[in-house]
């Protein structure tokens, strides 16, 4: 049948024509390229539902809208290409394209891209049979709610950037006081707009909504990577001489990149909103991952047309679970406690003292490492004697969840492999280099567990429940104990509710929740101490000996970003992983 056919009938007519064709195609469909798909459940009442599925299995095709993934493709990649190229001009060339550029270019994207969140908001999602199905898989309740937590932290980065530019407005562009108010506005609308929409598998306006999907993703990406280079640069230290690198005091190239040196502010309290937006800016980044990935998952639903399942739900609770989340805790004080040392001591400027804190943090870190390969090895060895089938069906969470794991951890995998060579290479002289040379092959093998961990955990199917009560209770007699005292007339309830009663976890089940709730905490440690500016990689000097000062702040600033958003996964992983189990 022709397409133009297809469109002039109604959508019931539509609906019985692709049933007989899946009829008579059998399993053939499913070479051809259908899509089936099991993980999505109705949208709310007053949008029809069934009366549009293109057959009784949920098939679906979209012929004539695959130009609009080439085009919102296309848009991501040109809006991430322009801005690679600002930021890197911005950085290794500052006089010609300033940071002030990018922050114009930013603004460029920004806007368009709420008032597409808007037009999406108050047209597309009201339109008639819009939104048909929900995926249950996507934007789930503890990521929509870490997406507000981090909103709120960077809405606060702004309100202090706002802040320390006034003081410099008449010596600086107004841009830098105009963008953070931008990009305010935006994380406002934003969070409003994943908050409801994050499931949301969209019928009309494919294409415009792709499209504006891709740019929404591609401004997220682009505010991260500004986030990461700004905070790149705040960390690093920059040498003076030849020979003096250790110095956390020295001017650093992102102070002068930020204008003329003899711009005063022109209050009292710059420095400390400088200091503070700063330790702000892990919020912010963590904020951009999270909202693109809930982007992407969007795009890859738009058209798709499901089944009717009901989602699974798991609900939090540290019921029999005691030992992880115990001994989780006292690593992540630990590790706080040995951070804040770190950090004082660095800053101190002795040889001594920085010796001593890098050892104290080499050790701590190196311990929690160990104790994390045993518990990922004994995890993994439970999921190979457990009897779970892997999920089924196509699911873009999950999937997404797994490229961004092994992905993300490539960053660390490349620190931890040129620490390992320099090491190698300058010789082990002294236990500080022997410790960090343990600590990078600890890691290595650490990193590869735990990512086998958590995609077995998240790959297999969630426990069900099928434990009956024993005990039950007279539904009437509950409800009618006044009116049996007061009229005296016998009454025989037949109706009874069942009262759960609370049985032990099968020892595999526990385990796991005990492995997921350690490594879960462990995790968060591991993001905290290089996400607020523990930086061993500069403090030791031994990569910049070995690989040179540019050399050595390239492989840093670039694989550290990635490795430090990976723990964070990690931490939302583990916990998906802890809930299903």
Same mark, same amino acid.
């Given at each position: 049948?022709? $397409?133009?056919?297809?469109?002039?009938?109604?959508?019931?007519?539509?609906?019985?024509?692709?049933?007989?064709?899946?009829?008579?195609?059998?399993?053939?469909?499913?070479?051809?390229?259908?899509?089936?798909?099991?993980?999505?459940?109705?949208?709310?009442?007053?949008?029809?539902?069934?009366?549009?599925?293109?057959?009784?299995?949920?098939?679906?095709?979209?012929?004539?809208?695959?130009?609009?993934?080439?085009?919102?493709?296309?848009?991501?990649?040109?809006?991430?290409?322009?801005?690679?190229?600002?930021?890197?001009?911005?950085?290794?060339?500052?006089?010609?394209?300033?940071? *002030?550029?990018?922050?114009?270019?930013?603004?460029?994207?920004?806007?368009?891209?709420?008032?597409?969140?808007?037009?999406?908001?108050?047209?597309?999602?009201?339109?008639?049979?819009?939104?048909?199905?929900?995926?249950?898989?996507?934007?789930?309740?503890?990521?929509?709610?870490?997406?507000?937590?981090?909103?709120?932290?960077?809405?606060?980065?702004?309100?202090?950037?706002?802040?320390?530019?006034?003081?410099?407005?008449?010596?600086?562009?107004?841009?830098?006081?105009?963008?953070?108010?931008?990009?305010?506005? $935006?994380?406002?609308?934003?969070?409003?707009?994943?908050?409801?929409?994050?499931?949301?598998?969209?019928?009309?306006?494919?294409?415009?909504?792709?499209?504006?999907?891709?740019?929404?993703?591609?401004?997220?990406?682009?505010?991260?990577?500004?986030?990461?280079?700004?905070?790149?640069?705040?960390?690093?230290?920059?040498?003076?001489?030849?020979?003096?690198? *250790?110095?956390?005091?020295?001017?650093?190239?992102?102070? &002068?990149?930020?204008?003329?040196?003899?711009?005063?502010?022109?209050?009292?309290?710059?420095?400390?909103?400088?200091?503070?937006?700063?330790?702000?800016?892990?919020?912010?980044?963590?904020?951009?991952?999270?909202?693109?990935?809930?982007?992407?998952?969007?795009?890859?639903?738009?058209?798709?047309?499901?089944?009717?399942?009901?989602?699974?739900?798991?609900?939090?609770?540290?019921?029999?679970?005691?030992?992880?989340?115990?001994?989780?805790?006292?690593?992540?004080?630990?590790?706080?406690?040995? %951070?804040?040392?770190?950090?004082?001591?660095?800053?101190?400027?002795?040889?001594?003292?920085?010796?001593?804190?890098?050892?104290?943090?080499?050790?701590?870190?190196?311990?929690?490492?160990?104790?994390?390969?045993? $518990?990922? &090895?004994?995890?993994?060895?439970?999921?190979?004697?457990?009897?779970?089938?892997?999920?089924?069906?196509?699911?873009?969470?999950?999937?997404?969840?797994?490229?961004?794991?092994?992905?993300?951890?490539?960053?660390? %995998?490349?620190?931890?492999?040129?620490?390992?060579?320099?090491?190698?290479?300058?010789?082990?002289?002294?236990?500080?280099?022997?410790?960090?040379? &343990?600590?990078?092959?600890?890691?290595?093998?650490?990193?590869?567990?735990?990512?086998?961990?958590?995609?077995?955990?998240?790959?297999?199917?969630?426990?069900?429940?099928?434990?009956?009560?024993?005990? %039950?209770?007279?539904?009437?007699?509950?409800?009618?104990?006044?009116?049996?005292?007061?009229?005296?007339?016998?009454?025989?309830?037949?109706?009874?509710?069942?009262?759960?009663?609370?049985?032990?976890?099968?020892?595999?089940?526990?385990?796991?929740?005990?492995?997921?709730? $350690?490594?879960?905490?462990?995790?968060?440690?591991?993001?905290?101490?290089?996400?607020?500016?523990?930086?061993?990689?500069?403090?030791?000097?031994?990569?910049?000996?070995?690989?040179?000062?540019?050399?050595?702040?390239?492989?840093?600033?670039?694989?550290?970003?990635?490795?430090?958003?990976?723990?964070?996964?990690?931490?939302?992983?583990?916990?998906?992983?802890?809930?299903?189990?």
């Amino acid at each position: 049948m022709d $397409f133009n056919v297809l469109k002039s009938l109604d959508f019931h007519d539509v609906n019985l024509y692709f049933h007989g064709l899946y009829l008579e195609a059998g399993k053939k469909d499913e070479a051809e390229g259908v899509q089936h798909i099991s993980t999505v459940h109705a949208a709310p009442l007053g949008q029809r539902s069934a009366s549009v599925a293109l057959s009784s299995t949920s098939v679906w095709r979209d012929r004539a809208g695959s130009w609009g993934w080439m085009l919102s493709a296309f848009i991501l990649l040109n809006v991430l290409i322009l801005g690679c190229a600002l930021v890197s001009g911005s950085v290794f060339n500052a006089v010609q394209v300033s940071n *002030t550029h990018v922050q114009v270019f930013l603004i460029i994207i920004i806007i368009p891209t709420t008032a597409w969140m808007l037009f999406y908001k108050a047209y597309t999602c009201r339109e008639e049979e819009a939104v048909l199905y929900k995926d249950v898989h996507a934007g789930p309740v503890w990521l929509r709610g870490g997406l507000v937590l981090f909103g709120v932290c960077s809405l606060i980065m702004d309100v202090f950037k706002i802040a320390y530019y006034v003081g410099y407005t008449h010596c600086e562009s107004p841009v830098k006081v105009l963008f953070p108010v931008v990009q305010a506005v $935006f994380i406002l609308v934003q969070t409003y707009f994943l908050w409801l929409h994050a499931k949301d598998c969209v019928q009309v306006q494919r294409n415009v909504t792709r499209c504006g999907l891709m740019l929404t993703l591609a401004t997220n990406l682009m505010l991260w990577m500004m986030a990461v280079t700004e905070e790149s640069l705040h960390q690093t230290v920059y040498p003076d001489s030849n020979t003096n690198y *250790t110095s956390r005091t020295l001017l650093l190239r992102a102070a &002068a990149a930020d204008g003329d040196s003899s711009c005063q502010c022109s209050h009292t309290s710059c420095s400390i909103f400088e200091h503070a937006y700063y330790y702000l800016y892990p919020f912010n980044i963590e904020y951009s991952l999270f909202a693109s990935a809930m982007t992407y998952v969007m795009w890859k639903n738009v058209g798709r047309l499901v089944d009717d399942h009901p989602p699974h739900e798991h609900r939090f609770h540290l019921r029999d679970v005691l030992l992880g989340p115990a001994g989780g805790l006292v690593v992540l004080v630990a590790g706080i406690a040995t %951070f804040v040392v770190y950090e004082v001591d660095v800053l101190a400027e002795e040889p001594e003292k920085r010796d001593t804190a890098l050892t104290m943090y080499y050790i701590t870190n190196t311990v929690t490492i160990i104790l994390m390969t045993i $518990f990922t &090895a004994a995890g993994c060895v439970i999921f190979r004697l457990e009897r779970r089938e892997h999920a089924s069906g196509k699911n873009p969470t999950r999937s997404l969840d797994m490229g961004l794991l092994v992905g993300s951890s490539m960053g660390q %995998f490349t620190v931890s492999y040129f620490t390992i060579v320099a090491v190698l290479g300058m010789g082990i002289d002294g236990h500080v280099n022997a410790l960090n040379l &343990a600590w990078s092959i600890l890691t290595v093998v650490e990193l590869c567990l735990q990512n086998v961990f958590i995609i077995e955990g998240i790959r297999r199917e969630p426990h069900h429940d099928v434990r009956r009560a024993s005990i %039950f209770s007279n539904l009437l007699a509950l409800h009618a104990q006044e009116e049996r005292r007061s009229s005296h007339i016998p009454m025989s309830p037949r109706s009874s509710i069942a009262i759960p009663v609370h049985k032990p976890l099968p020892w595999k089940r526990k385990l796991l929740k005990e492995i997921s709730a $350690f490594l879960l905490l462990s995790n968060v440690i591991l993001w905290i101490m290089p996400a607020f500016g523990a930086r061993p990689q500069f403090d030791n000097p031994i990569g910049t000996d070995f690989y040179e000062f540019h050399m050595w702040v390239a492989v840093v600033n670039i694989g550290l970003p990635f490795g430090i958003f990976y723990r964070m996964h990690s931490v939302a992983s583990l916990f998906e992983v802890y809930l299903t189990s």
